[in-house]
């Protein structure tokens, strides 16, 4: 086995601390952005569902957003695609579209679903959930309520909002 040349040397050894730098980066973000407190006090549009959530069974010292409406599968390629796909599209509506109503995707509704059994999976071990509604078709209020964005048309009176909140 020949020796590995001097310029290739020197690109590892500068590539792989970078390498190292970014994935350390992007693991930091995903983290960071999988917070509840981050999605609620950083993204205007998810103030009322993160305030209805803090009333709720799923308030965030049980269940954080991320525990719901993020991937909990062992395929982390999965996790990071759908993440960036689903942030990227709020982030654009957000910013772009000004949506008045919170919507979410078929592939969020999947991933809803499979946390809500993933979670619950002894409540509803005796139900055919296989080709039935989601669980949220029933469950549409749990864990945000009835606020006025999409999740119903009733005003809901929360800490933030009492404090001086938007």
Not at 5 to 15: C, Q
């Amino acid at each position: 086995m020949s020796p590995i040349p001097r310029k290739y040397k020197k690109l590892l050894v500068i590539s792989i601390p970078v390498l190292a730098v970014f994935v350390g980066f992007i693991a930091y973000i995903y983290e960071y952005t999988s917070t509840t407190h981050y999605c609620g006090t950083t993204c205007h549009i998810m103030e009322e569902a993160y305030e209805t959530q803090l009333h709720s069974v799923h308030r965030e010292e049980l269940v954080g957003c991320g525990d719901c409406h993020l991937y909990h599968g062992p395929n982390i390629a999965y996790s990071l695609i759908y993440k960036g796909y689903s942030g990227m599209k709020d982030v654009y509506k957000n910013a772009f579209a000004q949506p008045v109503v919170l919507h979410t995707s078929e592939w969020s509704q999947d991933v809803i679903q499979k946390n809500c059994l993933r979670c619950h999976q002894d409540v509803v071990a005796n139900i055919r959930i296989s080709d039935g509604p989601q669980c949220f078709d029933c469950h549409r209020n749990t864990p945000h309520g009835q606020g006025t964005q999409s999740f119903g048309i009733q005003t809901i009176s929360t800490p933030l909002h009492s404090i001086g909140g938007s």
